[in-house]
Antibody, heavy 120, light 110 residues
Framework: QVQLQQWGAGLLKPSETLSLTCAVY????????WSWIRQPPGKGLEWIGE???????NYNPSLKSRVTISVDTSKNQFSLKMRSVTAADTAVYSC??????????????WGQGTLVTVSS | QSVLTQPPSASGTPGQRVTISCSGS????????VNWYQQLPGTAPKLLIY???QRPSGVTDRFSGSKSGTSASLAISGLQSEDETDYYC???????????FGGGTKLTVL
C-alpha cells in the first residue's frame, strides 16, 4: 500500500518562502519520479516540477526561478521550496508519484494536498 | 492559460455517450502519450486512461481514450450520475521539458 503524506505551513505572507515536505510509505522510492503539482481554488492543475532519487530535477519553466525540489533518500522524503510567494501562488499543493509505465510517466499516487494561502 | 486545450464543460443524459476533447501541439500530444484523470470534488485526481487508450486495473470499460495527431479524446459510454465531475488530460511536452495539463472539463449529467 503506497501512501504519500505531506506537511508544511498553510498560511504565508507575500514574499515569504513556501516549504512543503512529502514522505513516501510503501513501494520502492528509487524506481519512481516524485512530483509537486498545484491547483488554485476553482482552477485546473499546474505541474511545478519533479525529482528522482538521485536528485535529477525538472521544473516548470514559469516557476523555475523561484522553486527548488530536493530529495532525502534516507527518509524516503522529498521537499518543495518556493520563494517570494504572492497571492497568485494561493493553491492546493500536492505531492505525487510518477510511474514511468509509459513515456513521460503517469501520476498514480497523490498526497492529501495542502491548501497554501498567501495573504498579508 | 493551459498548454492543452479542453472544453470547459460537457454534458449528457444518463445512458448517453459523451466525448471530451484535448487539443495540443506537435511537442506534446503529437509526440507523446496522453493520460486522462478524473477528479471528484475535494479529492485528488484519479488516473483514468494512460498511454492514450490504456485503462488501469479497476477502471470501468465505460471509459476509453483515443489519439489522432495533436488531439486526444476521452469517451464515456453509458453515462451515469456518478460521472458528473471534472476531467483533465495531460502529456509530456518536449519543448517545455515538462508535464502539461489541460484546463479541465466539467461534465454534467442532465
Amino acid at each position: 500500500q503506497v501512501q504519500l503524506q505531506q506537511w508544511g505551513a498553510g498560511l504565508l505572507k507575500p514574499s515569504e518562502t513556501l516549504s512543503l515536505t512529502c514522505a513516501v510509505y510503501g513501494g520502492s522510492f528509487s524506481v519512481y519520479y516524485w512530483s509537486w503539482i498545484r491547483q488554485p481554488p476553482g482552477k485546473g492543475l499546474e505541474w511545478i516540477g519533479e525529482i528522482n532519487h538521485s536528485g535529477s530535477t525538472n521544473y516548470n519553466p514559469s516557476l523555475k526561478s523561484r522553486v527548488t525540489i530536493s530529495v532525502d533518500t534516507s527518509k524516503n522524503q522529498f521537499s518543495l521550496k518556493m520563494r517570494s510567494v504572492t497571492a497568485a501562488d494561493t493553491a492546493v499543493y500536492s505531492c505525487a508519484r510518477i510511474n514511468m509505465i509509459t513515456f513521460g510517466g503517469v501520476i498514480d499516487y497523490w498526497g492529501q494536498g495542502t491548501l497554501v494561502t498567501v495573504s498579508s | 492559460q493551459s498548454v492543452l486545450t479542453q472544453p470547459p464543460s460537457a454534458s449528457g443524459t444518463p445512458g448517453q455517450r459523451v466525448t471530451i476533447s484535448c487539443s495540443g501541439s506537435s511537442s506534446n500530444i503529437g509526440s507523446n502519450p496522453v493520460n486522462w484523470y478524473q477528479q471528484l470534488p475535494g479529492t485528488a485526481p484519479k488516473l483514468l486512461i494512460y498511454s492514450n487508450n490504456q485503462r488501469p486495473s479497476g477502471v470501468t470499460d465505460r471509459f476509453s481514450g483515443s489519439k489522432s495527431g495533436t488531439s486526444a479524446s476521452l469517451a464515456i459510454s453509458g453515462l451515469q450520475s456518478e460521472d458528473e465531475t471534472d476531467y483533465y488530460c495531460a502529456a509530456w511536452d518536449d519543448s517545455l521539458n515538462g508535464r502539461v495539463f489541460g484546463g479541465g472539463t466539467k461534465l454534467t449529467v442532465l
